[in-house]
């Protein structure tokens, strides 16, 4: 026991004085928590009435003239100034007024604009609309005249129809709340992409970490066979002991570096309000919290273990590639299931890889971020997990034996497999 505390000691400082872990780990989550604390204090620090007279100076209706050769408008809407739109007898004086700027552009109504429907548009610029063009003013001027002043229906004809989209599907995510915002997150939510992606971006953290881990681990133990520097380490503690303390040590790490990327999204959801312009009353639950920190830890207890055993049989680091990509397919495939399946997260498929123990660490945090998760089933997809972490640590304890790390043979899935298996 205290040589395997002292190689988990061993590599932790090591881990730690690693610049490029500290700032993956807690530099890159801090870093983005101040950025956006200090968008939210900007935003929190000005009234409300000061951002909407920000807003107003920013958008300047400008002063447009118009020539009505069909005698169509003889008033304006009540939501057109007089200044804003100013009706000129012919072209002459309406270019005058555009050279002496009076006016930045003006239209022309020809005669036979009822029957054509054509209106010209005369602007200095190459590109009006490119350049703030307005047309919607002297087109709502329009509407108001041709249907007798009529300002309700003019509005109507302008916006005939409110269309308000309804997803009738019965899958997790569509609950909205009584303003038609959606209260859970998932791909039916379509009123804000951050609450829509959220369920990829948190299995994105765990499934990131889990494979980093393990590959650095794969990697660090095939280099220290390749290295012959494992001949050393036998002669200070035993293959299980060695297992054990790289195993835990990374755990850690990993551990750590999940609790700071989710600490960091719970706490931007937090603070986040009407800055993300989440729905009130939204947030994210704390459970989601503890079970994307246990399904890490069990997820990466089975997949580290697994390429620590796979490190454990491939003498070359030049190997380390190939055998990555063997040992990690389920959970690469599983990753890609969890995409797929987001649309329909509680299919007979999505719960049943779910709580398969391969597929757990990421199908089911996928699912507990949608929501309407029943809590025997993470509890059931734990529990395998734990079962098949045990297994498996028992299983590659059998690889850690000296004549396996002494070896040189080259890596193969079918010995792989044999030694593991006990065959």
């Known amino acids: 026991m205290r040589k395997t505390l002292e190689i988990i000691r061993y590599e932790l400082v090591t881990a730690f004085g ?4 500290l700032f993956i780990a807690f530099g890159v989550p801090v870093l ?9 204090l900007i935003k929190a620090s000005k009234p409300t009435d000061q951002l909407t007279q920000e807003v107003e100076e920013n958008f300047q209706i400008e002063t447009e003239g118009f020539i009505d050769y069909a005698g169509i408008v003889t008033s304006l809407p009540e939501h057109v ?8 007898a012919n072209q002459d004086s309406a270019k005058m007024a555009l050279e002496n700027g009076e006016i930045t552009a003006y239209y022309i109504i020809p005669a036979d604009y009822v029957e054509s429907g054509n209106l010209i548009y005369v602007h200095p610029k190459l590109n009006p609309i490119a350049e703030g063009g307005q047309n919607w003013v002297m087109t709502s001027t329009l509407y ?5 002043q009529n300002f309700e229906l003019a509005s109507t004809v302008w916006s005939p129809a409110n269309l308000v989209p309804t997803n009738l599907s019965n899958i997790a995510g569509t609950d909205r709340t009584s303003t038609g915002e959606c209260s859970s997150p998932g791909f039916t939510c379509e009123s804000n992409e951050l609450i829509q992606l959220l369920p990829i971006l948190i299995v994105a953290i765990i499934y990131v970490s889990i494979v980093t881990g393990g590959s650095y681990l794969l990697r660090l133990v095939s280099s220290e066979k390749d290295s012959r520097v494992m001949e050393l ?10 297992l054990n303390g790289k195993v835990i040590s990374y755990c850690i790490l990993g551990f750590l570096q999940v609790l700071a990327w989710l600490g960091a999204i719970f706490l931007v959801f937090e603070i986040g309000g009407t800055t993300l312009n989440l729905p009130p009353g939204f947030s994210l639950p704390l459970s989601l919290l503890i079970w994307g920190l246990v399904f890490f830890l069990l997820g990466y207890a089975v997949y580290a273990t697994i390429m620590a055993g796979a490190g454990a049989l491939t003498p070359k680091v030049s190997q380390y590639t ?4 063997v040992v990690s397919a389920p959970l690469m495939i599983s990753y890609f299931f969890s995409i797929m399946l987001a ?4 299919s007979p498929l999505a719960v049943g890889l779910s709580i398969f123990p391969l597929s757990a660490p990421v199908m089911m945090i996928t699912r507990l971020t949608i929501g309407n998760v029943p809590v025997w089933q993470p509890l059931m997809a734990a529990g395998l997990t734990i079962l098949m972490a045990i297994l498996i640590m028992r299983a590659v304890a059998r690889m850690f034996r000296a004549q396996i790390l002494l070896s040189g043979q080259p890596f193969s899935l079918q010995r792989y497999l044999k030694i593991l298996m006990n065959i």
């Open 81 to 88: 100034p007089d200044e804003v739109l100013i009706p000129f």
């Open 18 to 21: 690693r610049k490029s872990y």
């Open 322 to 325: 190939s055998v990555y990509f």
């Open 233 to 242: 380490l036998i002669l200070s503690a035993s293959p299980r002991q060695l």
């Open 343 to 346: 649309m329909r997260p509680h």
């Open 144 to 148: 108001y005249n041709l249907l007798d």
């Open 32 to 40: 983005a928590v101040i950025i956006f604390a200090g968008f939210y």
